[in-house]
């Protein structure tokens, strides 16, 4: 099955810095990488995601990158802010979304 | 509107018993899945139904855990004489269709002891 790495598990960032998270995946089939942030006590919450067939997708302060070639995607956000802290998790999938978790990063925005 | 709905939010049972956990989809979507979630990991596939039928149930550890869609609605997952490896968050999550993106509930704490 579908293997996804991610790192760093732990990244503590400035406010108003940029912060970038890197996922890497095995299974060549995968086809959709969704991103989700996680607060203490809620479930995963959708904030971006791509399919194979993109190579960048940009929502306000939230981007993604794909490197098909390479396997991996990463999470880019800039101007972070402390409501940005949380557990950010990567995900990969070949459909019908039986989605590969990576292992988490928690982001901390130090004000 | 309304988003998943898990229920209880907690459970604490004893080893060797039997355990419900409810969830109700947002209203309209057609596929429901459970995922199992340990502290420190990311959320781990068990099952999902499109409907009432289980489309692919390879993530259920086994066959003490087992989940119904009788109405194509409410889900229950079910686990019998459950194990203290079985803690863990149980979270579910629906979608208009297989393609389209999955919306998480809050999940159930599960605590065996």
């Known amino acids: 099955g579908e293997n996804v790495e991610q790192h760093p598990s732990t990244l503590s960032v400035q406010e108003g810095d940029s912060a970038v998270i890197k996922c890497t995946y095995s299974d060549s089939a995968s086809n959709y990488f969704p991103w989700y942030k996680q607060e203490l006590g809620k479930g995963p919450q959708l904030i971006i995601d791509i399919r194979s067939n993109v190579g960048e997708k940009k929502d306000q302060r939230i981007a993604v990158t794909l490197n098909k070639t390479a396997k991996h995607f990463s999470l880019h956000i800039t101007e972070t802010q402390p409501e940005d802290s949380a557990v950010y998790f990567c995900a990969a999938t070949t459909g019908a979304n039986n989605l590969f978790f990576g292992t988490g990063t928690r982001l901390t925005v130090i004000p | 509107g309304a988003g998943v709905s898990q229920t209880p939010s907690n459970k604490v049972t004893e080893k060797g018993k039997y355990v419900e956990l409810r969830c109700d989809p947002i209203s309209g979507h057609t596929a429901l899945y459970w995922y199992r979630q340990s502290l420190g990991q990311g959320p781990e596939f068990l099952i999902y139904?499109?409907?009432?039928?289980?489309?692919?149930d390879s993530g259920l550890p086994n066959d003490r855990f087992f989940a119904v869609r009788p109405e194509g609605s409410v889900s229950t997952l079910k686990i019998q004489r459950t194990e203290r490896g079985d803690s863990a968050v149980y979270l579910c999550?629906?979608?208009?269709?297989?393609?389209?993106?999955?919306?998480f509930g809050n999940g159930t704490r599960l605590t065996v002891t």
């Open positions: 999550a629906s979608s208009w269709t297989t393609d389209s993106p999955l919306h």
């Open positions: 139904f499109q409907g009432t039928g289980a489309a692919d």
